[in-house]
């Protein structure tokens, strides 16, 4: 079955320090992956999202993912994190030919203390 | 301008009663989606609809319904309300394409319904 694991449920970095959110999936074909992001009351926005080519996409707000099909990860980093970051990430995929369905992670959120 | 737009943002209500959260996107997508978040963050999809269409119809109580009056609107009927449903609910829209690779689209979401139900 497809599957999305964030292992780290909670994340604190200090302010300027580097970031790695780590994504792990499980699915038979070739994947379309997706980062999201979730601030507080609010809807996701998408931060990037990998299809094929590249392994390492780029994103907004400084963002950029490594797609690595030998470990089934798409881990999103960011080399100096801002507190506006703090947030919640969602990693995610979608499925061919299941009308756009995408399977989340169970998110990371991340703190950003000064 | 709101492109995906919720309403309402927060309903409180009793367990038993019935309920509709309303969602309308001025974005010109042709799918739309509902979400439901759970209170440990994680969200699964419920339903989708592409051009009025079922499309995606997950394992979810017949309590819930969703109707599609037209492309930019996608609401959720709920009946019988139980505590299990409370829950924030996200409405998204995205870009219509070839069915196959619908899930390439970047989802729109809106900014959710906290349901909380007594």
């Known amino acids: 079955a497809q599957s999305v694991t964030q292992p780290d449920i909670h994340i604190t970095v200090s302010e300027g320090a580097s970031l790695e959110l780590r994504c792990n999936y499980s699915y038979g074909a070739t994947p379309y992956l997706f980062w999201y992001v979730q601030s507080p009351g609010q809807g996701l926005q998408l931060l990037l999202k990998?299809?094929?080519?590249?392994?390492l996409v780029q994103g907004i707000k400084g963002f950029e993912a490594e797609f690595k099909r030998s470990q089934s990860s798409f881990n999103l980093r960011k080399p100096s994190v801002h507190w506006s970051d703090a947030a919640e990430y969602f990693c995610a995929v979608g499925l061919y030919n299941q009308g756009g369905k995408l399977i989340f992670g169970q998110g990371t959120e991340l703190s950003v203390k000064p | 301008d709101t492109a995906v737009s919720q309403t309402p943002k927060y309903l409180v209500t009793q367990m038993g009663n019935d309920k509709s959260i309303k969602c309308e996107q001025n974005l010109g997508h042709d799918t739309m989606y509902w979400y439901k978040q759970d209170s440990k963050k994680f969200l699964k999809i419920m339903f989708s609809y592409n051009n009025k269409e079922l499309i995606i119809n997950e394992t979810v109580p017949n309590r819930f319904s969703p109707k599609s009056p037209d492309k930019a609107h996608l609401n959720l009927h709920i009946n019988s309300l139980e505590l299990g449903d409370s829950a924030v609910y996200f409405c998204a829209s995205s870009p219509s394409g070839l069915a196959e690779v619908l899930a390439k689209n970047i989802q729109y979401f809106g900014a959710g319904t906290r349901l909380s139900v007594l």
């Open positions: 990998y299809f094929s080519g590249d392994t």
